[in-house]
């Protein structure tokens, strides 16, 4: 029967015994030597069951496949934008990756993204060597305009949300703000600068004391919230905006993508082949006089293949009226 020695929420040091017995499994920031489940790391344990894991206390971000993060813009290419992910490793976003809207080739970027900008956006891929691409086309990710961006422990961005974003709603609530929390350790908040402050205080609190039973009630009453006027009130999402990002200020002409309809065959066979717009040309020009040249070729070479099985007796059979035929008609006759 297995034991657990350091209970639920209890801070362990590296090399403390959080159980014995083989009735635990060892999860993140633990490992196993014998019967006992070891910590690995500085955090606070966590069970789910049999499953022992630790929350870590401190450490830096490290991209993972499908996080919602808070970037910021360090450099143009001619193929997209470098941003900085707040870890050891920077991010690349491609120009499809960037709007909905099309982006020609050799078009100005910066019409787009500026290098200083912050943007929400989502990990699509992370390769082995840790590149990492990003997009923005999803709810919720957009280009970040005004407010301010705060940096905080990224182990600390769960207790930040709160459970189904429970705690994020509260601040946003109590000071009037737009927040965005990214899974990278960057906070945005947006609103008044004296809600701001108030915003920016209660998350630094949240931060601090992460680790200790009691935050939701400490933070109530903190923040003056009164949760009963919002019992029938679904809690807000994580991250506002709207799908993808738009300018309603900037939409060039040159840049329109143009959706080309599907024709049938005998559209294609009478006016030959569309033009750049999927557009026919139907009227006496050089286009269609090609398509019609092309239809009585057609029909010319099927009835000369209607003429020729009818000839054809027998495979290596001689065409009527030549000369071999001529000679072999005579032989039967003199026969």
């Not at 870590?56 to 910021?72: A, E, Q, R, T």
């Not at 407010?147 to 974003?165: A, E, F, L, M, T």
């Not at 609190?205 to 949760?227: C, F, P, Q, V």
């Not at 809690?235 to 993808?244: K, Y």
Request: with cysteine.
């Amino acid at each position: 029967m297995g034991k657990i020695i350091c209970g639920e929420k209890e801070i362990v040091v590296p090399g403390d015994i959080i159980a014995s017995g083989m009735d635990f499994i060892p999860g993140m920031g633990t490992f196993r030597e014998g019967e006992s489940v070891i910590a690995s790391k500085l955090g606070m344990v966590n069970i789910s069951g049999s499953l022992i894991k630790l929350i870590p206390l401190s450490g830096k971000y490290v991209p993972k496949l499908g996080d919602v993060i808070i970037c910021k813009v360090i450099d143009v290419s001619l193929s997209g934008w470098r941003v900085d992910t707040n870890s050891a490793y920077s991010a690349m976003l491609s120009m499809k990756d960037a709007s909905s809207r099309f982006i020609s080739r050799g078009a100005d970027l910066t019409r787009y993204f500026k290098v200083g900008e912050y943007m929400m956006t989502k990990i699509i891929n992370v390769t082995s060597q840790r590149l990492v691409d990003i997009t923005m086309k999803g709810p919720g990710l957009r280009k970040l305009s005004d407010g301010i961006v705060i940096s905080v422990n990224p182990s600390k961005v769960p207790r930040i949300i709160g459970k189904n974003g429970s705690m994020v709603t509260m601040v946003k609530r109590a000071t009037n703000c737009n927040i965005a929390v990214g899974q990278n350790g960057l906070v945005w908040i947006q609103g008044s600068p004296k809600d701001e402050v108030k915003a920016i205080a209660a998350i630094r609190k949240i931060e601090n004391e992460a680790h200790i039973s009691g935050l939701t009630e400490r933070m109530e009453k903190e923040l003056g919230y009164d949760s009963s006027k919002y019992e029938n009130q679904p809690l807000e999402e994580q991250q506002p905006g709207e799908e993808g990002y738009h300018d309603d200020n900037y939409q060039p002409q040159e840049e329109r993508q143009f959706e080309r309809p599907m024709h049938s065959f005998h559209e294609r066979r009478e006016y030959g082949r569309p033009d750049s717009r999927g557009r026919f040309d139907t009227g006496r020009g050089e286009r269609s006089d090609r398509g019609r040249r092309y239809s009585e070729h057609r029909e010319e070479s099927s009835s000369y293949t209607e003429k020729s099985e009818g000839n054809e007796s027998r495979p290596g059979a001689e065409p009527e009226g030549s000369p071999k035929q001529e000679q072999n008609h005579n032989n039967s006759e003199k026969q």
